[in-house]
């Protein structure tokens, strides 16, 4: 069956530390790959996007993911976590082949200390 | 700010009731999506129209029911409300000239069923 997982359910990482979120998915083809960041009571904010190209993609606020088609993953990646960064992050997929409807993983809190 | 606009923000309803959301897509863009995000489920996809027509469906339950109109925006409208209805509405809205899929995100209506 289709899906995303999105492994770690919490992440608690110091200002300053980096962070990686990771997520993998199971899909026959690959799909088109999104992470939204949610903040508390907010809706949802696209971070970056993958279609095809380099496999390392870059998007707002200094956040960074590697596309691995290998291990059908697309880590989320930022080298220093600023307060600000405290929020839930969702990984998702799109198959136009489905009417790009989006698919996401559960979810992963990231919790930023001092 | 997105450009999507979804009202209310909050809604507190009884069972057994009738409620309709709101929701109006960017400027140009003309297809909506419409997703729950509860505790339980995680982020789930409802439902996708384009341009007035229903496009694809996920896991809407048959008590809730969409549509599109002329000028695009779109309403969800639940009926015979439960208390597992209770969870966070998003509409989304993308670009037809685009190849891929980028949704932009309203920011939600919160629906409390007492």
């Known amino acids: 069956a289709q899906s995303v997982t999105q492994p770690d359910i919490h992440i608690t990482v110091s200002e300053g530390a980096s962070l990686e979120l990771r997520c993998n998915y199971s899909?026959?083809?690959?799909?088109?790959l999104f992470w939204y960041v949610q903040s508390p009571g907010q809706g949802l904010q696209l971070l970056l996007k993958y279609f095809s190209g380099d496999t390392l993609v870059q998007g707002i606020k200094g956040f960074e993911a590697e596309f691995k088609r290998s291990q059908s993953s697309f880590n989320l990646r930022k080298p220093s976590v600023h307060w600000s960064d405290a929020a839930e992050y969702f990984c998702?997929?799109?198959?136009?082949?489905?009417?790009?409807?989006?698919?996401f993983g559960g979810g992963t809190r990231v919790l930023v200390k001092p | 700010d997105s450009g999507v606009t979804q009202t209310p923000k909050h809604l507190i309803t009884a069972t057994g009731q009738r409620v309709t959301l709101r929701c109006s897509p960017r400027?140009?863009?003309?297809?909506v999506y419409w997703y729950q995000q509860s505790l339980d489920q995680g982020l789930q996809f409802l439902i996708q129209?384009?341009?007035?027509?229903?496009?694809a469906k996920g896991n809407i339950l048959e008590r809730f029911s969409a549509q599109q109109f002329p000028d695009l925006h779109s309403e969800l409208n639940l009926s015979s409300l439960e208390l597992g209805d209770s969870a966070l509405y998003f509409c989304?809205?993308?670009?037809?000239?685009?190849?891929?899929?980028?949704?932009?995100f309203g920011p939600g209506t919160r629906l409390t069923v007492l």
């Open positions: 400027s140009g863009d003309l297809s």
């Open positions: 899909y026959g083809a690959t799909p088109y």
């Open positions: 998702a997929v799109a198959l136009k082949a489905a009417g790009n409807k989006l698919t």
């Open positions: 989304a809205s993308s670009d037809p000239g685009q190849s891929y899929n980028e949704q932009f």
């Open positions: 129209y384009y341009n007035g027509e229903e496009r």
